[in-house]
């Protein structure tokens, strides 16, 4: 029995140094700290916060990088819904790639493909080069695009349809918001202000 329990106690000697060395303890959690190291947490930005709502719509693995959609369009200059919308008719929103976070169908000929290292490594990568082979060339729609980005002639159409769906989402989610934020529809704000006011 006694050497049954000094097992144990070397067992959980043996995992608790495990075990602090690679979690840290915060408040009521604990915390990888590789997790600590790699991730640094940050609100979203209004448009993100909209896309990752639309992609969550198709049940995309794009909905976790919503903010590097808009951070890869704000550094080059881009619409934010230009890229999520070509993944959209490229791959179904990332859920059909050739492999290697290439959701956009980047560099794909045939068998070749083009693969990248991680989804925000391919939006950059991707979005330098719209603005760069494309935007910077006066292509600066998707229809104007089509030619040079795809072999499909409806490719631009089905382009721009998703960005005026994403248009129109954003429109539906920030009004519904506006009402949530506020509790009660903004028409409301006016009639309960002035009853107040007759009082």
């Known amino acids: 029995m006694a050497k049954k329990i000094a097992i144990f106690i070397l067992i959980l000697l043996i995992l608790s140094t495990f075990y602090s060395s690679k979690f840290e303890v915060r408040g009521d959690s604990v915390v990888s700290s590789q997790v600590i190291d790699e991730v640094s947490a940050r609100k979203l930005d ?16 794009l909905q976790y990088h919503a903010q590097d959609f ?3 369009a704000r550094v080059y200059g881009l619409d934010w819904k230009m890229l999520p919308a070509i993944a959209g008719v490229e791959s179904t929103f990332g859920k059909f790639i050739p492999g290697g976070y290439n959701a956009w169908g980047w560099g794909v000929y045939g068998d ?4 990248f290292g991680s989804w925000r490594e391919a939006m950059f990568t991707i979005a330098k080069g719209l603005r760069e082979n494309y935007l910077d060339r006066g292509l600066t729609e998707p229809y104007a695009m089509n030619r040079a980005y795809a072999t499909s002639p409806h490719w631009g159409g089905k382009v721009t349809y998703f ?31 002035g009853l107040l006011t007759q009082r």
């Open 46 to 61: 209004p448009e993100a916060q909209i896309l990752s709502n639309y992609l969550t719509r198709f049940d995309s693995p």
């Open 163 to 193: 960005m005026n769906d994403m248009e129109k989402f954003a429109q539906k989610y920030e009004a519904e918001n506006i009402v949530a934020d506020v509790g009660f529809p903004p028409v409301k704000i006016a009639a309960t202000s």
């Open 70 to 72: 808009v951070d890869a």
């Open 112 to 115: 070749q493909a083009i693969y």
